[in-house]
């Protein structure tokens, strides 16, 4: 019976999503009812706000089911999609009255990405109460001054998305005011590109990728490398990633895990709220409980750790080899060869794989984002 009702909400989703919206009517209206009743807000607010969810419904479903890969049921797309909403159209009214409350919002993103630039030696350790002093400073000075009402709010992009890519630009402007000599330094000795490439021995192909990748082009090369993976080795992978770069799980994230209602909220408790404090192998052994139980192993967390690190540094390759033939910077006919390089690079050299784990940091955060 279940599945019939799946199937027939799939069937809407894909000619009538209208109808689809109309359908769960009522479940939109509570999500948002529930969304908004502690912010303070009068009735007749509640009903634009109300209306606003409805019209963006059907373009942003769209967007949650193509990425989903009909891999999740439909009325769990419909709840995280109005949620989504519901946080956009709460940036915009903080946005709007120039609030600090939306900086103070986005702490815990803020922090969770400074917390991944220190671990991959972006940041210094030592730097980064003061990195995020500053970061935090200069987001409300861009608030007050009305730089980030530049933000075109359409449905098709999120504040959120926008937000990410000043923080981005923030962090990379300060790194550069910091530590310029030590990244001349490091330029010059990575001065031979990161393949032979006789025509042009003293490029650096990583740095051009940094500087001028589509994020957009890398996002959908990494979800086509992905839908080629197996289903539990994709959700696998998908779950070490997100908890890799701190990322909150969500449970349409766990749904396949098939695990208990005690143990999903013990799952959710954990991976569901700002866990950037905990430490990385306390993350591996609660992540590793309960893919042992999904998968009815005894694996110890180093063993999945293992296979992550793997997994991970051979995607970084291919996406690395599929740009840099876009850049011309490499043939097809060579594609095996660079690929073989190019992983040997980021497992052994650590001024590349420094390099390749922000890059694709990059590319991480960026994915997750549409979501």
Not at 184 to 196: C, G, R, T, V
Request: hydrophobic letters at 40%; a positive charge.
């Amino acid at each position: 019976m279940a599945l019939n009702k799946q199937k027939e909400d799939e069937i809407l989703l894909a000619q009538q999503p209208q109808q689809l919206i109309w359908k769960y009517k009522k479940v939109v209206e509570q999500l948002v009812n529930r969304f908004w009743k502690e912010k303070a807000i009068s009735e007749s607010e509640e009903e634009m706000i109300t209306t606003m969810v409805f019209q963006r419904l059907p373009t942003r479903l769209a967007k949650f089911q193509k990425k989903a890969e009909g891999e999740t049921y439909v009325l769990t797309l419909l709840v995280e999609c109005t949620q989504t909403i519901c946080n956009d159209l709460l940036d915009l009214q903080l946005l709007d009255q120039k609030s600090p409350q939306l900086i103070l919002k986005y702490l815990p993103y803020i922090s969770a990405r400074l917390d991944y630039l220190v671990q991959t030696d972006f940041f210094k350790a030592q730097d980064s109460e003061d990195v995020l002093q500053w970061t935090q400073q200069k987001l409300l000075e861009k608030l007050q001054s009305g730089q980030l009402s530049k933000f075109e709010s359409t449905n098709e992009t999120l504040f959120r998305t926008f937000l990410y890519r000043v923080v981005k630009n923030l962090f990379t402007d300060l790194y550069r005011s910091l530590y310029r000599t030590q990244k001349n330094s490091q330029q010059l000795e990575l001065k031979a590109p990161l393949i032979a490439h006789k025509s042009d021995a003293s490029s650096n192909p990583f740095e051009q990728l940094s500087d001028e990748m589509n994020l957009s082009q890398q996002i959908h090369r990494m979800n086509q490398i992905l839908c080629l993976y197996s289903f539990n080795n994709r959700l696998k992978f998908e779950l070490c990633l997100k908890t890799n770069y701190f990322l909150l799980l969500y449970p349409a994230d766990i749904q396949a895990l098939q695990l208990t209602t005690k143990e999903v909220n013990q799952l959710l408790d954990f991976f569901g709220n700002d866990y950037q404090q905990e430490s990385s192998g306390q993350i591996w052994q609660k992540l590793n409980q309960y893919i042992n139980r999904w998968e009815g192993k005894q694996a110890n967390a180093d063993t999945l750790r293992k296979w992550f690190t793997r997994q991970r540094n051979q995607l970084m390759a291919k996406l690395l080899v599929l740009t840099l033939i876009d850049r011309e910077l490499t043939q097809s006919l060579q594609k095996k060869a660079t690929y073989n390089m190019l992983l040997q690079k980021i497992n052994k050299d650590r001024a590349v794989a420094k390099y390749a784990y922000q890059w694709f940091g990059d590319i991480v955060y960026a994915y997750y984002q549409i979501r």
